[in-house]
């Protein structure tokens, strides 16, 4: 083949600068709707696929295409056929500047905002080309690089090809040269192969260059940023589609000063990756789109360029399409979708009408970025089973039961959950990134709620050993302690008066013994007394534990290995961390902590490993949160865990599997939630949640090392739940409108119970 046809270079280049807030799209993505796609479908961003680039090689260590090499980065392979060996590292720059325009992420050129247009597509960089080399050398090298496309496909699943260089002047679809047969091979096996058309102009009669005029391949021309054909474009009645590559912005190596820089290069080898992207985009909404389809796609929703409007110099009066990532993108959706489409929002949601209590869908699909909303109506207060099921894959959409105004209520998981509802209008929100192979299904099934209205605030709940959920609380507007179990069938017994006493039952803490009864430890508001119930025989009995004074609020009840309760609780009167513990028939106090006003939101727990007890609680004096633990000798040694004197409170204390201590607590100066943790030697911490007002009503939980902690975010009036995962912490939204007096257990499932805000209800949820 004759000499190499590639880009040439009009710009001033720039040193990379980091995005800011408010810099407007540039030219180029608004041109293109690449920015509305954005907005339209922003998980449709080339997740899971690959792309190969065969050219100069690629910079990888470009701050903008992830900064290495391999495995987890951008760049995760490729092989330099030039030098021989597993490094392909560009040396010239071209390369790395078809990499920026297909998966870049976000950066700033002149005052505006660029990102690739698949910036979580993986990069494939396989160098063929140099300064020295001649074309039918090079051609060897790409037919060894396509080869090397052919043998690794599968495994990095290679969508796409960009062959941005080419040679020689063809009016008509032409195979010729080395390598046509691969180019073959890759088409039938479903890969998408985007070639420049080349930057000689239109020619008489009009051609196009090879490869791009390979039947197996698209050819790419260049527009600028008015929607105008670039001059020198080569086009013929073979063009398939124009894209931008003229002074387009990218990512670039510049081997004379070897820094990494963003510049804006020219030439129809910078269109052509705009089309290896757009493939990638498509084949992540529908894996099962061939090379045809995804061009017929990407043609039939371009915008149509009439060559001989407002080009200059020779033209050819043809039409061609311009890329419309934002309509190719909504095309190749909707042609898979199943026939409840479109659903993509409340507004036109998928109706579900229960019909003696049930309803179902099935043969459900669900796309990537484009979520599917499903409505019904109760008519009366419901238990409401509801069952998702999926067929053809081990994927599994993200699905969220929203109430009428869409605000999340609770997650919800494959197979079946039952919720008590209200009457009124739900939504089931399903969306997912990655289009599912298969297809789902949705089932409910409703009867009528024979759960308890709770009004009530200080409340807790705990799971014995068969599946039964045990809740205590404080009615608000009786003023008396109450207490209800259900069953795992999901059976409410009838509900207890524990404590008739006025004001009885503040600051209630509700544990199960070891022969599966409940226990209650609580304050008498009235009387300024500690309590404690015992349920026995099927009725309660009441014990005064305390009454030196005003005693007893927050109680926290734990039971030891023996089988006998322990209380800790803060001495209003004495200001004072006190103890109580059952010793044989009769209970022994003991004062722990005493200096200041010391003990509010003590929190109480055994250590699974030593069997001793452990206190978390707040030094109201000082503004610190302290810990006191008994040793095997029985002294008790007390450590000060945050010290920076910003109070607060609300804290909750847990052991892990390996009897290390835990607690979460709420910092008042910064308003945050925080969580210290024991690793052996020493307490390490961290802020969980610190956007608003957030950590109130904590409660820790383990999953053997595991943590996580419920909260309420005060700012939201929502109920909250932080998992961490390698000390990483990921917070998820439970219930909305309520989220005070939240408290939760270990299940399974896990549970959680709060005050519904508006109706002052306590409501009991699942996560």
Excluded at 457 to 486: C, N
Excluded at 578 to 586: E, G, I, R, W, Y
Excluded at 735 to 747: D, F, I, N, P
Aim: hydrophobic content about 35%; aromatic content about 10%.
């Amino acid at each position: 083949m004759s000499e190499r046809s590639r880009c040439f270079i009009l710009s001033e280049p720039l040193e990379p600068r980091l995005l800011l807030a408010g810099e407007p799209w540039g030219a180029f993505p608004k041109l293109i709707k690449q920015d509305a796609a954005i907005s339209h479908y922003p998980s449709i961003n080339g997740s899971g696929q690959a792309i190969a680039i065969i050219d100069t090689g690629v910079d990888y260590k470009h701050p903008a295409l992830g900064g290495g090499f391999g495995p987890g980065y951008k760049v995760i392979a490729g092989y330099d056929f030039v030098d021989n060996d597993p490094d392909p590292m560009d040396e010239d720059g071209h390369g790395t500047g078809l990499a920026g325009i297909i998966a870049a992420k976000d950066f700033v050129y002149a005052g505006n905002h660029y990102r690739g247009l698949a910036p979580n597509a993986k990069i494939i960089a396989l160098r063929t080309s140099d300064s020295s080399s001649s074309a039918s050398q090079e051609d060897l090298r790409i037919e060894q690089a396509l080869q090397w496309v052919i043998a690794h496909r599968t495994q990095y699943n290679i969508v796409a090809i960009n062959l941005s260089e080419g040679s020689g002047a063809f009016s008509s679809p032409t195979r010729t040269g080395p390598y046509w047969d691969e180019l073959q091979t890759l088409s039938n096996l479903g890969v998408f192969i985007a070639a420049s058309s080349g930057n000689s102009g239109v020619s008489s009669p009009p051609s196009i260059e090879y490869p791009a005029a390979d039947p197996s391949a698209y050819a790419i021309g260049s527009i600028n940023s008015s929607d105008v054909i670039s001059t020198f474009t080569e086009r013929s009645s073979d063009l398939d589609l124009l894209a931008p590559g003229e002074n387009v912005p990218t990512t670039y190596w510049n081997p004379s000063t070897s820094k990494h820089i963003y510049l804006a290069a020219t030439g129809t080898s910078f269109a052509a990756p705009f089309a290896a992207a757009a493939a990638a985009l498509l084949k992540q909404a529908d894996s099962s789109l061939s090379p045809s389809e995804i061009m017929d796609i990407l043609s039939s929703t371009g915008s149509l360029n009439y060559d001989g409007d407002n080009e200059r110099g020779a033209v050819t009066n043809l039409t061609f399409p311009r890329l419309n990532i934002d309509a190719a993108i909504t095309e190749a959706m909707s042609n898979v979708d199943d026939a409840y489409e479109p659903n993509n929002s409340a507004s036109s949601a998928t109706r579900m009408t229960l019909s003696n209590g049930a309803a179902h869908l099935s043969g459900l699909r669900l796309l990537a970025g484009n979520p599917d909303y499903y409505s019904f109506t109760l008519s009366e207060a419901s238990d409401l089973q509801i069952t998702l099921g999926y067929t053809g894959g081990s994927s599994f959409p993200a699905a969220t039961l929203l109430d009428s105004g869409q605000q999340a209520i609770t997650s919800l998981p494959k197979g079946s959950k039952t919720i008590s509802l209200d009457a009124g209008s739900y939504f089931i929100q399903l969306s997912s990134s990655q289009t599912l192979d298969g297809t789902y299904s949705i089932n409910l099934s409703a009867s009528s709620s024979s759960a308890p209205v709770m009004n009530g605030t200080y409340s807790d709940l705990a799971y014995d050993s068969s599946g039964r959920l045990h809740i205590a609380w404080y009615d608000s507007q009786t003023h008396t302690l109450k207490y209800v179990t259900r069953s795992a069938s999901g059976m409410w017994s009838e509900v207890k008066i524990v404590d008739k006493t006025a004001l009885a039952g503040q600051y209630v803490s509700l544990a199960i013994d070891h022969k599966g009864l409940p226990g209650l430890a609580y304050y008498d508001a009235k009387n300024q007394d500690l309590k404690y119930a015992h349920l026995s025989g099927g009725t309660f009995s009441v014990t005064r534990i305390d009454s030196k004074g005003s005693v007893g609020e927050y109680a926290s009840l734990a039971y030891n290995s023996a089988n006998k309760p322990a209380i800790s609780y803060y001495s209003r009167t004495g200001g004072n961390l006190k103890l109580a513990v059952q010793v044989k028939s009769k209970w022994s106090l003991s004062t722990i902590d005493s200096i200041g006003d010391t003990g509010r939101f003590s929190s109480l727990a055994l250590n699974p490993k030593t069997g001793g007890w452990g206190i978390a609680y707040l030094d109201n004096t000082n503004d610190i949160f302290r810990y006191a633990e008994k040793s095997s000798a029985g002294k008790w040694n007390l450590s000060t865990i945050e010290d920076s004197h910003k109070g607060g409170g609300f804290i909750s204390l847990a052991f892990d599997n390996k009897g290390r201590a835990g607690m979460s607590y709420f910092l008042a100066d910064t308003e945050d939630l925080r969580y210290a943790h024991f690793d052996g030697r020493k307490w390490t911490k961290q802020t969980v949640a610190s956007k608003g007002s957030q950590g109130k009503y904590s409660t820790l939980l383990f999953d053997g090392a595991t943590p996580s902690i419920f909260f309420q975010n005060q700012s939201s009036d929502t109920a909250m739940l932080a998992t961490s995962r390698s000390g990483s912490w990921s917070l998820r939204t439970l219930a909305t409108q309520g989220g005070a007096y939240l408290t939760a257990t270990s299940g399974p499932p896990k549970s959680f119970l709060y005050r519904d805000t508006p109706s002052g209800t306590l409501r009991l949820g699942t996560a």
